[in-house]
């Protein structure tokens, strides 16, 4: 499966913004999707995840409240709906992908198969 982030920019703080991921290649019905940053000089971090029946979502700390993950099987889209965005919000954002049954996703980056490239967001007055 293929995947491609896009929505990023640059935003003030406090406003909204909402990632796209879409997948080529596969349906994405049995694939866990998750949302992976990276900031400047940072790791790469997990921010939200959503299993593949939509049962088990997965927020970082430092997002939840203010984002919101969500899929759609039928256009091989995820999206991340970031709102309240603050400047530590700053960071390319990846989406990923691994196949998997279960009601539960993964919070690690070694979990994910497949990558998109990834898409920047900068929170910045």
């Known amino acids: 499966v293929q995947l491609q982030a896009y929505g990023g920019g640059l935003v003030q703080p406090g406003v909204s913004l909402r990632l796209s991921c879409a997948a080529s290649g596969y349906t994405l019905n049995y694939y866990v999707i998750g949302w992976f940053r990276q900031a400047p000089g940072k790791e790469r971090e997990g921010v939200s995840c959503i299993s593949s029946s939509d049962d088990s979502i997965y927020y970082a700390d430092s997002v939840k409240g203010r984002f919101a993950i969500s899929r759609d099987n039928a256009k091989k889209k995820v999206y991340l709906q970031m709102n309240s965005l603050k400047p530590e919000d700053t960071a390319v954002y990846y989406c990923?992908?691994?196949?998997?049954?279960?009601?539960?996703?993964?919070?690690?980056?070694?979990?994910?198969?497949?990558w998109g490239q990834g898409t920047l967001v900068t929170v910045s007055s």
């Open positions: 990923a992908a691994y196949y998997s049954g279960r009601d539960y996703c993964e919070r690690e980056v070694i979990s994910y198969d497949y």
